[in-house]
């Protein structure tokens, strides 16, 4: 169960970095706000506000790097999973490579008293250096072949997820929902930018996030999130005044409350230099799976 949240915590910063999906609530008026809300282009303040999004889409995915900072709450089935985490995530190869720093809390934690998790991501697989247990200061590695077999759709998701996918990607989904609404002018640490909210059935979700699963995987996640009763997810984005997105919030909730999903992340120093290495001496999930070295920290 551990070894599992700990997938879970890691997995999320980079889908963080990238997108994230599950999400419901929030609200917000048709306000114009700042550059994006009315500037763009002409016409309609929906229309002024999927220009302004598009340019943001364009811009942001041209950097090909960034800083990444939030945190990650989620509770399934009552049950609570929080993570912070810093890092740095590089796209210019098409999917996110990068490193992060992942400190879990609450339950989550399991033992690991808040002490923080170095993750590092390559394009075939991600590294977690754990922080407790029998396993402590040891770095496993997560082929994600392997979990997308282990884990089934899940697993499969994450991976098309991690190989596919970057910052401007929730920009994308955003647009392609056409209901986008400018909400209006903030600050976001100190940054003056635009607030655009909208929402997007999880079911149209995968699919359009999702670019190679199978027909039968997003069939399974579906009925995952209807099970969860998650059906929709809101999905709020800060552009500044550069086209650049600056901070995201996904948010998820179902009927009970039972299960629910609040993820934010704040971008900085587009363009940083991003260098990662695959760490030495790494153990294969699979040997931990099986009582290899280590395996008493599952």
Request: hydrophobic share 35%; aromatic share 6%.
């Amino acid at each position: 169960m551990r070894r599992t949240r700990i997938v879970a915590a890691a997995a999320g910063v980079v889908l963080m970095a990238g997108l994230t999906a599950c999400g419901s609530d929030g609200g917000g008026d048709d306000d114009k706000g700042g550059k994006g809300g009315g500037d763009k282009a002409g016409g309609s303040p929906a229309q002024s506000a999927l220009a302004a999004l598009k340019a943001a889409s364009t811009t942001t995915e041209q950097q090909k790097s960034a800083r990444v900072d939030g945190d990650q709450k989620q509770t399934v089935q009552g049950q609570a999973m929080n993570s912070t985490n810093k890092g740095s995530f590089d796209w210019s190869e098409g999917g996110m490579t990068g490193k992060a720093e992942i400190t879990m809390q609450g339950g989550a934690a399991m033992g690991a008293g808040n002490k923080p998790m170095q993750a590092r991501y390559l394009p075939d697989a991600m590294y977690i250096q754990m922080a407790a247990g029998a396993a402590q200061g040891k770095w496993i590695e997560y082929d994600y072949d392997v979990l997308a077999k282990k884990a089934g759709p899940s697993g499969a998701y994450m991976k098309d997820q991690i190989q596919n996918n970057n910052p401007a990607r929730s920009v994308q989904l955003l647009m392609a929902t056409g209901k986008v609404k400018a909400v209006g002018s903030e600050s976001v640490r100190g940054v003056k930018a635009t607030h655009y909210t909208g929402d997007v059935k999880l079911s149209e979700l995968t699919r359009m996030q999702s670019k190679d699963l199978s027909e039968s995987d997003l069939q399974a996640l579906e009925q995952q999130f209807q099970q969860q009763g998650l059906t929709k997810e809101r999905i709020d984005l800060w552009i500044d005044d550069k086209d650049l997105l600056v901070k995201k919030r996904e948010t998820a909730k179902n009927k009970q409350g039972t299960t629910s999903v609040d993820n934010t992340v704040y971008y900085t120093d587009y363009g940083t230099d991003v260098n990662v290495t695959e760490p030495s001496g790494a153990v294969s999930f699979e040997k931990m799976m099986s009582g290899g070295a280590g395996a008493g920290a599952s």
